[in-house]
């Protein structure tokens, strides 16, 4: 059991360099959406294995036994490997529990202020300009939703390079690319390795929104250029929007410039092995999960007396 229940821990180590070669390999849509899923699939099964753990190792001591209403103490293979691993379990899952609470109130704190800024201002459509000697742009989540810009944004790019920005930050509303950034960051909290997998989920939503910013403008090399000056302007400036709500000038910059000037083409047969192998792990963790899970189950039930050894 306990055996089983580690494997979705170590496999999340080991996903990292897959989710990058995915990332690289398949279109930017499909990488967001194999990315994120694979993500959530890992930390839901990372979380129960290391909530079965703790369990398991609580059950080894006759006072809790008692509060589960056990007729014994839970039997395990070896108090020198299970009582370690529980209690490396319990640190864990509580660091996690705090850092994802903290992360919570942070985020919805400069989400209500956000929303806030844009409701004094008036918006012309979807556009709200703020007044702000900082540079910035960003796609506001939210109903309804907003584009946010400042005025010193604004000055930092010529007509058609704001048009450019505008197509994308409309990309990320209309796709939807704050849920995913909202599950890549809970993923995060689940597991360290996942943190990773978050970093390939935002720019995989950046590149998203910038092929569908170049199919509607019509010229990549323009996105390409908007994205890269409105970086250069807001690189040194303080920003309080929310983690979860994307920006053209975030990410690495150079990577999504290179993407949007790079000749059209690809390896199918290559990224749909990519993604194989990072959807094989994914699977297997959740399997794994679920079976030492399982076993858990069955081995308190036994020592509930509900079931023959």
């Known amino acids: 059991m306990t055996a089983l229940l580690l494997v979705p821990l170590i496999l999340s ?19 967001l959406q194999v990315l994120t899923a694979s993500a959530l699939a ?3 099964a990372c979380v129960a294995a290391l909530g079965a753990l703790v369990l398991t190792g609580l059950l080894t001591f006759p006072a809790f036994a008692a509060l589960g209403e056990l007729i014994h103490p839970l039997h395990t293979p070896s108090d ?7 209690a490396a379990a319990t640190g864990v899952l509580t660091l996690g529990a705090l850092t994802l609470a903290r992360s919570v109130f942070r985020q919805a704190r400069a989400l209500r202020a956000a929303r806030i800024q ?10 709200c300009v703020v007044d702000s000697p900082h540079p910035d742009a960003y796609a506001l989540p939210g109903r309804p939703h ?8 604004l000055r930092s790019l010529q007509p058609a390079e704001r048009e450019a920005l505008f197509a994308h930050e409309r990309a990320h509303n209309r796709a939807g690319h704050h849920y995913f ?6 993923a995060a909290h689940c597991h360290p390795a996942l943190r990773s997998v978050r970093d390939s989920v935002r720019l995989a939503a950046e590149r998203d929104a910038d092929e569908a910013a170049a199919s509607a403008i019509g010229d990549r090399r323009l996105i390409a250029t908007a994205i890269a000056r409105a970086a250069l302007a807001g690189h040194a400036s303080p920003s309080t929007r929310p983690d979860f709500a994307p920006a053209a000038a975030t990410g690495p910059v150079p990577q999504r410039v290179a993407a949007l000037l790079a000749p059209a083409g690809g390896r199918p047969r290559a990224a749909c092995c990519t993604a194989l192998l990072l959807v094989a792990c994914a699977l ?26």
């Open 80 to 86: 020198y490997l299970v009582l370690p691993a529980a």
């Open 146 to 153: 907003r584009i946010v810009v400042t005025t010193a944004m």
């Open 13 to 31: 180590f080991l996903v990292p360099r897959p989710a990058r070669w995915t990332l690289d390999r398949l279109a930017p849509a499909t990488a």
């Open 284 to 309: 297997l963790s959740v399997t794994a999960g679920t079976a030492g899970v399982v076993d858990f189950h069955h081995e308190v039930e036994i020592a509930q007396g509900e079931n023959g050894p």
């Open 118 to 127: 844009a409701g004094r201002r008036p918006a012309a459509g979807d556009l």
């Open 181 to 186: 950034l909202a599950a890549a960051e809970l």
């Open 42 to 44: 890992l930390a839901g």
